[in-house]
């Protein structure tokens, strides 16, 4: 049973347009959410996130909706960049003590178009 | 500041075989993970530790031993490859707040 869904596997966008991805998840425990992003042939990097007591965080281009009722994120980049071509992952977590698991969605690969 | 080193980056294993896959950090940090990565199916955790000494299953640890050697190094074994296990495997290290991981580089690994 899936936690978290992106069921975009991929998004084509034009440079300087705005892209957005969208993530989707189950489980109303949740309290943090993250974004990666992938470049191939290295490991996630952290990119944005979000607490549960907030609907929204901006960092410079990327900015995180956070929709509880709906159980609903969108991660949005404006403008778009052809740097930002990657595979963009969201991840959930519970509060955990000690440690901090993290589930994480199938990803969207996102091409920016010059 | 290296943050995550992963050894080797790439391996073919003969089904049957076993290996270590290496990894380290440099960043203090108590917890650390390891992920696989297939296609359409994101990162699946494999095995954690909360802290040097300490180790649990993730969601899919059948066929994977793992060790915390010490603060730094966590280790993942495979004792009897199989082509399932053909993937690519991250680690990845934290601290309890903030709750962002670091991931190392990965390890392509191919079971024929």
């Known amino acids: 049973d899936q936690q978290v869904k992106q069921n975009s596997p991929s998004l084509s966008v034009q440079e300087g347009r705005i892209s957005i991805l969208n993530c989707d998840y189950t489980?109303?425990?949740?309290?943090?959410f993250l974004w990666y992003k992938k470049y191939p042939a290295e490991g996630p990097t952290f990119l944005i996130s979000i607490s549960s007591i907030k609907d929204k965080n901006e960092d410079g281009r990327f900015t995180v909706f956070l929709n509880k009722s709906a159980k609903h994120l969108s991660l949005h980049i404006v403008p778009s960049q052809p740097g930002d071509s990657a595979v963009y992952f969201c991840a959930a977590s519970l509060y955990g003590g000690a440690t901090n698991k993290l589930i994480f969605g199938t990803g969207t690969l996102l091409a920016v178009q010059p | 500041n290296a943050g995550v080193t992963q050894t080797p980056k790439f391996q073919v294993l003969k089904t049957g075989q076993s290996m270590t896959l290496q990894c380290a950090q440099d960043m203090n940090h108590n917890s650390m993970y390891w992920y696989r990565q297939d296609p359409g199916m994101g990162l699946r955790l494999i095995y954690y530790?909360?802290?040097?000494?300490?180790?649990d299953k993730g969601e899919v640890p059948n066929g994977y031993n793992v060790s915390r050697l010490n603060k730094r190094e966590f280790s993942l074994r495979l004792e009897s490859a199989a082509p399932s296990q053909t993937s690519v495997y991250f680690c990845?290290?934290?601290?309890?707040?903030?709750?962002?991981?670091?991931f190392g580089p990965g390890t392509r690994l191919t079971v024929l």
């Open positions: 489980n109303s425990m949740f309290d943090y």
């Open positions: 530790s909360a802290s040097e000494g300490t180790t």
């Open positions: 990845a290290s934290s601290e309890a707040r903030p709750r962002k991981q670091f």
